[in-house]
C-alpha cells in the first residue's frame, strides 16, 4: 500500500485502465499525474477520486498536469499564480499536507524564479512530485544537464530534501537506457516519515510510477469505518430498540438530550444493522477475463527479461508482447461493451439507463 502514487501516464485517455490497475495495487490517498495531454475540453471521471487537472495551452493536445484526491480524505485546492504547469492542493490522511503535481518539459528553458515562486506559494509541509526531466548524481544520474543544476539550486536555496536516491524512473527505449528524472521533493519535517519506491511496471508509458508509504502508519486505509448493509437490516428489531421515550429528553439539557437520542439510535442500528467494510478504492474493470491476465502475464514476463539483459531481440519480444496484450484488451473491451448494452431494452429506465453508462465508464 501507497499513501501517494506520482506517475507520468504520457497520455491518461489511453491510460485509463493502467491507472486503474495502479490504483488497486496501491490504493493511494493521491495520485499525481504528469503529461495528461488533455484538451480544454477533455474531462475525465475516475471512481472513488476527485480530479483536478491543468491543461497545457497548446494547438494539440500535450503536456499538462493533475491531482486525483481519494473522495474519502478531506481535501481543498490550492490557487496557485504560477506559468508552470502545476497543480496543487491540501489533503489531511495522517496529518495536514501540500501534494503539487509538476511537469517541467525538457526542451524548454525554466527561469529559477518561477520554481521559487512555486515553493513559496506552497504550505508547509508539502511534496513536489513530477516529471522534472533533471539529471544529477544526488539521485541516481550517471551525468548532470542544466535542468539537474536548476533543481540542485532549489533543494539548497529552500532547505529542502529529496526522497529519491539512485532508483530509475524513466525508459528511453531508442537507446535502451534507464535513466532518473521523476522525482519526491519535500520539507525536511517530513522526510523522515516517507519512504520512495518505484512500481516494476511502466504500465503502457515510459515512466515508472512512484510510490511514497507514509511509515507513521501502515495505512489509514485500514482504519476506514464500516459501513452499514440497509438490504440486509432487522427493522422490526430496529423499530423496537430505537423507541424514544419522552424521559430521554424531558428535565434535560439540549446536549444532553441530543446524546441520550443519538445514542439509543446507534445502539439501534448496531444491534439490527449488519456492517461491512467498504471495498475502498477499488476500480472496476467489468472485460478483465483470463486472456487479458495471461497476456499480461506474457508482457510482464517479457518486461522482466528485457530489464535484465536489455538487448535488441529482448526488446523486439517485450514490444511484441505488449501489442499482443493491447489488442487482446481492447477485443475483451469489445466483447464487454456489446454484451453490457444488450440488456438495454426498450423498458429500461433512464435512471438504469445512465446507471449502466456509468458503471461501464468506471465512474461508478
Known amino acids: 500500500m501507497a499513501s501517494l502514487v506520482s506517475w507520468n501516464c504520457r497520455g491518461l485517455k489511453t491510460k485509463i485502465s493502467d491507472l486503474k490497475d495502479i490504483i488497486n495495487t496501491y490504493r493511494p490517498a493521491c495520485i499525481a499525474l504528469q503529461e495528461t495531454h488533455f484538451k480544454t475540453t477533455d474531462n ?22 493533475a491531482l486525483l484526491i481519494a473522495k474519502d480524505i478531506p481535501s481543498a485546492p490550492l490557487q496557485l499564480n504560477t506559468s508552470l504547469q502545476a497543480i496543487a492542493a491540501r489533503i489531511h490522511t495522517i496529518s495536514l499536507i501540500t ?15 518561477l520554481l521559487n515562486e512555486l515553493v513559496y506559494q506552497l504550505p508547509d509541509p508539502f511534496i513536489l512530485l513530477g516529471d522534472f526531466n533533471g539529471h544529477s548524481s544526488i539521485w541516481g544520474s550517471s551525468d548532470s544537464n542544466s535542468r539537474g543544476v536548476q533543481i540542485e539550486q532549489l ?10 536516491s539512485d532508483q530509475q524512473t524513466y525508459f528511453h527505449q531508442p537507446t535502451k537506457t534507464f535513466h532518473a528524472i521523476d522525482l519526491a521533493i519535500c520539507s525536511p519535517s517530513i522526510y523522515p ?31 476506514r469505518p464500516e459501513r452499514y448493509v440497509f438490504a440486509a437490516a432487522n427493522w422490526t428489531k430496529f423499530a423496537r430498540l430505537a423507541a424514544i421515550t419522552t424521559h430521554m429528553v424531558e428535565n434535560s439539557s439540549i446536549d444532553e438530550a441530543v446524546y441520550a437520542v443519538t445514542r439509543v439510535m446507534n445502539d439501534a ?19 478483465w477475463n483470463q486472456d487479458c491476465r495471461l497476456a499480461l502475464n506474457r508482457q510482464d514476463k517479457a518486461w522482466s527479461i528485457f530489464r535484465r539483459y536489455p538487448t535488441t531481440p529482448n526488446l523486439i519480444a517485450f514490444k511484441m508482447a505488449r501489442a499482443e496484450f493491447r ?7 469489445r466483447a464487454s461493451w456489446i454484451n453490457y448494452i ?5 423498458s429500461t429506465s433512464s435512471y438504469k439507463l445512465w446507471q449502466k453508462v456509468k458503471k461501464a465508464s468506471g465512474a461508478s
Open 327 to 333: 489488442r487482446i484488451r481492447r477485443r475483451s473491451e
Open 155 to 164: 533543494l539548497t536555496d529552500h532547505n529542502l530534501c529529496i526522497l529519491n
Open 44 to 65: 475525465i471521471k475516475v471512481k472513488h477520486y476527485s480530479v483536478l487537472n491543468k491543461n497545457y495551452d497548446s494547438d494539440r493536445a500535450s503536456g499538462g498536469v
Open 99 to 113: 501534494i503539487c503535481s509538476l511537469y517541467l518539459p525538457p526542451n524548454q528553458q525554466i527561469n529559477q524564479i
Open 342 to 346: 444488450s440488456t438495454i431494452t426498450y
Open 269 to 287: 442500528a448496531n444491534s439490527a444493522i449488519p456492517k461491512a467494510h467498504n471495498s475502498g478504492r477499488k476500480q472496476n474493470k467489468p472485460w
Open 193 to 223: 516519515f516517507f519512504d520512495l519506491a518505484i512500481d516494476n511496471s511502466l504500465h503502457n508509458s515510459d515512466h515508472f510510477p512512484l510510490t511514497l508509504s507514509d511509515n507513521r502508519n501502515n495505512h489509514f486505509d485500514s482504519n
